[in-house]
């Protein structure tokens, strides 16, 4: 469907998007989204975190060792 067919139809697009927008809806879908978006950012952090292990293993820098902060 092109743009003009949309807007023609503007009642079936805009009662689509009411529907998934009731909260009825909603209520399940925030955290549903929520959730799934935790996830995401823990396996991202863990990745990163490996990532970052692995380049200092490469470079000869013991990833373990504690660093004297003076």
Known sequence: ???LA???QGNEASS???SVASPQILVFCIPIVAIAGGIALAITKTVVCHNERIA???HGID???K???S
Do not use: F, Q
């Open 16 to 18: 689509w998007l009411h």
């Open 6 to 8: 949309l807007l023609a």
């Open 67 to 69: 660093v004297d902060p």
């Open 56 to 58: 200092r293993i490469e």
């Open 1 to 3: 469907m092109n743009y």
């Open 63 to 65: 990833p373990d060792a």
